[in-house]
């Protein structure tokens, strides 16, 4: 069975191109439509006229239709299209916003952060979302999915990251349409009352009461964590040790509500309901009660974007089961991918949870029927282990080489503990909402609740020991774009070769294995000739990144505060050693002498060659007298210094005609890269 057989699957193809066309090529509303217009005129010319022309023109033109839809629906989602978005009437200064939460974020050490939707930017009535910020130590207004606030602040843009190969967090936030945020205080915000109530907000509130009426109950602090998120989408009271544990051992998907878990809910409820065949009409009425039933359940896990994609997939899969027909099952897929959730929302193309998702149902459906074929065990065990062994290497497989990409890190016991955890998580889902129901009928009894705590300590415990394995936990592994797209390449190929044998496809499976050998060879030698300086911006601490060749070497003073930029460093730039050194004062790359004064390095002789001066921890120095003196080509202030000696040395520079860099504005600071 070939996927790309299907038209549905080509033309899903088609779209994600044309999506990611429109990210590159950034076209506005107009040029999206004429394009797609004038492409959908000549379709029906040749729709028309088709037995006159060659039957390959109207496939190739129905490509192109489909790729111009993909761009013109990625034009729609950009605010800069949109009269009405807000981000066309903000400016410099405090403006009054009427905002309504729409979701609420996983706090962090330092803000409590809400996703909401503008309403109203002074008078003028506007759409558009905007991240929400404040301080945990307001948090205690305990702001709810649906609240209406009234906000007088200046929204700003979100910054993008000032060191290098960092986590974007400015990219991320664009791709869930959200460009500006506002800080939120008890003096400049204030709920407004009579607010309407959305599906969003009833799903909020009755996540709300479910989890208190499980805090009632006995439940462990780490195993209602646990099934808060396995449960309900809820993973803010989980521990960092336990995120760190699952993540270590392969199964943090587990904890994140995904279609692995719509997924086995499928299954279950397929299971169940079986007796409902014997009806009239049984099986049009089992499915439709299976897909009220996983609507339910997206509800109940507060119709999170993730949920929603999952249960909109698996709608389709459960439709895919009532047919009946192993060749629905490419079909079905692809349909939910291109005419559903990507010709709504085109944006879910760049997240990772939407990428994970369809790559993992994708390689099942693709590669587990391959692997059940190269064995079939008569035991029963030995058959129901092999296939969820099967399952998960499947989906492994999938999503390997995009876990390599975004986390760079592998568990190499992800097969056992998928084996192990896969039962738990199976009767997990299906014994917790008998929970959940019980629970909310207050007739949840000590003994459900000691037995269903037992199961989840059992899990987080075998988990955690499987965390404590480090040799087969491989981290910081470079990967890259390329990288990533010849992977696919080769597990697309080896699929197809094994599907069905040819000389075409070994000659084209090798090819790519030796695409990827090379690229990874001339990485490594490229290296070996580079050497770059890098000063980077963290908050009161200094860090100089120096690289030659496959070593890093970071001279601080605090190497705990510069571990994360390091490593991030070090993965996207191959590097293969890391040396951390003390902080000096003084360096020389090329014959250019590089200057740090700090505060207790703070003079220079007069008429001393330097070609760079950074200025770190504040120095208290006189500048103009100084730029006298030494007359730098280049000054450079870090994040360590104040922010009033940062304005007053600008505006020095700026005298002095001197190039003047901060890096809690402009960055990192790269001095020489060969």
């Not at 709920?191 to 509130?205: L, Y």
């Not at 009409?281 to 119709?303: D, E, N, P, S, Y």
Request: net charge positive; hydrophobic share 50%; aromatic share 12%.
């Amino acid at each position: 069975m070939h996927p790309l057989q299907f038209n549905t699957v080509k033309l899903s193809l088609c779209l994600i191109l044309g999506i990611l066309l429109g990210n590159l090529l950034q076209l506005s509303i107009f040029i999206s439509l004429i394009s797609t217009l004038f492409t959908l005129l000549l379709l029906g010319i040749v729709f028309r006229h088709q037995q006159k022309l060659p039957s390959w023109l109207f496939g190739v033109l129905a490509a192109c239709v489909t790729v111009c839809v993909g761009q013109l629906s990625f034009s729609l989602t950009q605010s800069k299209n949109f009269e009405h978005h807000y981000s066309h009437l903000l400016q410099s200064k405090n403006q009054s916003f009427i905002i309504k939460i729409r979701e609420i974020l996983k706090p962090n050490a330092y803000s409590q952060r809400f996703v909401a939707r503008v309403k109203f930017l002074d008078t003028a009535r506007v759409s558009g979302k905007i991240l929400l910020s404040m301080a945990p130590d307001t948090a205690n207004t305990q702001l709810k999915v649906d609240d209406e606030l009234m906000v007088f602040s200046t929204a700003t843009p979100i910054k993008a990251p000032l060191n290098p190969h960092q986590f974007n967090y400015k990219k991320y936030l664009s791709h869930l349409g959200i460009e500006h945020q506002l800080y939120l205080s008890p003096d400049n915000s204030f709920i407004t009352p009579n607010t309407s109530r959305s599906i969003f907000g009833v799903a909020a509130q009755l996540r709300q009461h479910i989890i208190k009426k499980l805090k009632k109950a006995a439940f462990g602090k780490e195993e209602l964590g646990v099934i808060q998120a396995l449960l309900l989408g809820q993973r803010h009271d989980i521990s960092p040790a336990t995120n760190t544990d699952y993540k270590d051992a392969g199964a943090y998907h587990i904890l994140a509500l995904s279609g692995l878990h719509i997924g086995i809910l499928l299954g279950l409820l397929h299971f169940l309901l079986s007796p409902l065949e014997f009806l009239p009409k049984g099986r049009t009425i089992k499915l439709a009660v299976i897909v009220l039933l996983l609507w339910g359940f997206a509800i109940l896990a507060g119709l999170s974007p993730s949920i929603l994609r999952a249960v909109t997939m698996f709608s389709f899969v459960a439709y895919a089961l009532y047919l009946n027909r192993p060749t629905s099952h490419f079909n079905i897929l692809a349909l939910s991918l291109f005419f559903i959730l990507l010709l709504l929302d085109p944006l879910l193309l760049f997240q990772v949870g939407f990428q994970l998702s369809y790559a993992a149902v994708f390689a099942i459906v693709l590669i587990f029927p391959l692997l059940q074929k190269l064995w079939a065990p008569k035991n029963y065990i030995i058959k129901k282990s092999w296939e969820l062994l099967s399952v998960s290497l499947a989906a492994q497989l999938g999503v390997f080489p995009i876990s390599l990409f975004y986390f760079h890190q592998f568990p190499g016991l992800f097969f056992v503990s998928s084996l192990i955890v896969l039962p738990f998580l199976t009767f997990i889902l299906g014994f917790g909402i008998l929970v959940i129901v019980l629970a909310l009928s207050n007739s949840l009894p000590p003994v459900v609740v000691a037995f269903y705590d037992s199961v989840i300590w059992a899990m987080n415990s075998t988990i955690g020991y499987l965390a404590q394995q480090e040799g087969f936990l491989f981290r910081n592994i470079p990967f890259d774009t390329v990288q990533l797209f010849l992977s696919y390449a080769i597990i697309l190929t080896l699929v197809l070769l094994l599907i069905k044998t040819s000389y075409k496809k070994t000659l084209l499976f090798l090819g790519f294995i030796l695409c990827f050998q090379f690229y990874i060879l001339a990485k490594q030698h490229h290296s070996k000739s580079r050497e770059s300086l890098t000063i980077g911006h963290l908050s009161r601490n200094t860090a100089l990144l120096h690289r030659r060749g496959s070593k890093l070497t970071i001279f601080t003073n605090h190497p705990p505060a510069t571990q994360r930029i390091a490593s991030d460093y070090a993965i996207a730039q191959h590097t293969r050693e890391l040396e951390y050194l003390p902080l000096r004062n003084s360096y020389t790359i090329e014959g250019e002498r590089i200057v740090v004064m700090d505060s207790v390095y703070n003079t220079l002789p007069k008429n001393y060659k330097v070609t760079t001066l950074v200025l770190t921890h504040s120095p208290k120095i006189n500048l103009d007298r100084l730029l006298d003196w030494v007359q730098p080509k280049t000054i450079i202030a870090d994040g360590s210094n104040y922010k009033s000696y940062i304005k007053r040395w600008k505006a020095s520079c700026r005298a002095k005609k001197i190039p003047f860099h901060y890096t809690g504005e402009k960055g990192a600071f790269d001095f020489f890269v060969r």
